[in-house]
């Protein structure tokens, strides 16, 4: 290594440029401020834009004396133009350790396009920052390895991310979009063996895009803080997969700090083919989380939240606390866990489990699947075909349109078929079946003469007007049109007190 060029206390080439050149090896440009000279701000600016630069390989920053009082970044500024041309795109920065100030490095794009310093590596650096500023043309720039913050100004910038750089000890990169539309582009190498992207400390600002890329069938798991996505990213922020054979993204937001969150404005390109998908996870705090137009996987965890599936095919997982949960559209599984729950399957063929606590299902549009479990529990079914299983204690099962299935389980249970041709099973315990004008032809298993209760209290008849009749091994119970088949009970068992009217 040696030093071919000494620059000491500021050094302004504006004038004219200084050639800086390598003898071919590797070569060092040392930039030094003593502080017992070095008293103002412009003493510790090394503005080096326009100099020559050939074959250099390393540049150090150095202080001395650095005990004196003065308070002010030792800053080197460089072009665009310069990386991976005269200064190699592999250079070697050596920062001053010992300083107690700070070191940085500033670079302006001036006529480059691309900007890529992967390649640098550090000594004694810390958690000193590299500067790059863009302008108004479209740039794609590449960071370091270490704190870089990045404004890319007007134009429509690009900002690649590679995978690995999420497992550096600092404090997080900045990325500013600035005006134009923006893409955080996240590249994975197909020889990864890191395929997390951890951006939850990076700052991220007017960033309109984020898009996977191709990385030879690996998959890749971009992970993000929901305040980011709620306060820095936009609410029609746009996610582009990778479209590629095998290969499946996926994005993972934790709450934190944020009780809100709202993605229903993201939208989609090469999504959801091969998996992809958002999962969001709550924490103890009460939080309203709308999910987005894909497909996506929301676990409110404690506290009482209120969580939208929104578009798409969703899991939502309220966890304990009594919490509400919305599938809306798209074929939903919608789990309540502890707690009395409220689920609403909305639009689609929804799968509904109430878990632990006195819950409420509503199966609205679609051909739903309830299932109560513990406690005592309310489950509609809405129009369509649906499934409704009561389990344990004492439930109310109403089917709706279309023909249901119902299950009582165990526990003293109200069963409702609406109407349709509903099939309803009493199972164990003291069974109320309802019917109202026009139930259709219902199929009733298990009946327990002496114990469940058909009840025709709505239809304002009594006893006498029913027809009862054998068919096979079966009863017949008949009146206006409407039929309830008692399935292996002899008509001789049914009389006036297996009614209510």
Do not use: C
Not at 45 to 74: H, K, Y
Not at 158 to 163: A, P, Q, V
Not at 433 to 457: K, N, S
Request: no cysteine; glycine share 16%.
């Amino acid at each position: 290594m040696a030093i071919i060029a000494t620059f000491n206390d500021g050094y302004d080439d504006t004038g004219g440029p200084d050639d800086v050149i390598g003898t071919g090896g590797y070569d060092t440009v040392l930039f030094q401020v003593d502080n017992n000279n070095a008293y103002t701000i412009d003493s510790r600016v090394f503005d080096m834009r326009i100099t020559n630069f050939i074959s250099i390989e390393e540049i150090q920053l150095s202080e001395i004396n650095p005990l004196n009082g003065v308070q002010a970044d030792l800053q080197v500024e460089l072009s665009g133009d310069q990386i991976g041309a005269g200064l190699s795109a592999n250079l070697h920065i050596i920062g001053d350790i010992d300083s107690a100030n700070s070191e940085a490095i500033l670079i302006f794009m001036d006529t480059s396009t691309t900007l890529d310093i992967s390649g640098w590596t550090f000594t004694d650096w810390g958690n000193e920052t590299i500067y790059i500023y863009g302008d108004a043309d479209a740039e794609t720039f590449t960071g370091s390895s270490e704190q870089d913050y990045i404004d890319g100004g007007a134009g429509d910038d690009t900002f690649r991310y590679l995978d690995g750089q999420d497992g550096i000890p600092y404090y997080g990169d900045t990325f500013k979009g600035g005006a134009g539309n923006d893409t955080l582009l996240l590249v994975l190498n197909a020889t990864a063996t890191d395929t997390l992207f951890d951006l939850r400390e990076l700052t991220l600002q007017s960033l309109e895009q984020i898009t996977f890329s191709s990385a030879g069938g690996l998959d890749a798991t971009l992970l993000l803080s929901a305040s980011q996505a709620a306060w820095d990213l936009p609410a029609n922020m746009h996610v582009t997969g990778s479209n590629a054979p095998g290969q499946t993204e996926a994005i993972e937001l934790e709450m934190g700090a944020v009780t809100t969150l709202d993605l229903s404005g993201w939208t989609f390109a090469d999504w959801g083919s091969q998996g992809e998908r958002i999962t969001i996870t709550g924490d103890s705090d009460a939080e309203t989380i709308t999910a987005s137009a894909g497909r996506d996987f929301v676990h409110g965890l404690a506290g009482d939240d209120q969580l939208h599936g929104g578009g798409g095919t969703d899991d939502l997982y309220g966890g304990s606390g009594f919490d509400q949960l919305f599938g809306d559209a798209g074929n939903d599984w919608i789990y309540g866990s502890f707690g009395n729950d409220t689920l609403f399957g909305g639009d689609g063929n929804d799968g509904m489990y109430g878990h632990a606590g006195d819950d409420t299902l509503m199966g609205e549009g679609g051909d739903d699947v309830l299932f109560g479990n513990d406690g005592a529990d309310n489950l509609a079914g809405g129009p369509g075909d649906d499934v409704l299983r009561g389990h344990a204690d004492n439930d109310i099962l109403e089917g709706g349109d279309g023909n249901d299935v119902l299950y009582g389980g165990a526990g003293d249970d109200v069963l409702i078929g609406g109407a349709g041709d509903d099939v309803l099973y009493g199972g164990i315990g003291l069974e109320v079946m309802v019917f109202d004008a026009g139930w259709g032809t219902d199929t009733v298993h298990g009946f327990a003469d002496g114990q469940d209760v058909f009840d025709l209290v709505s239809l304002g008849i009594t006893f006498a007007d029913l027809t009862i009749t054998a068919v096979g091994g079966d009863t017949h119970i008949s009146y206006n049109g409407d039929t309830i088949i008692v399935v292996g009970v002899d008509p001789s068992l049914i009389d006036y007190s297996d009614f209510t009217f």
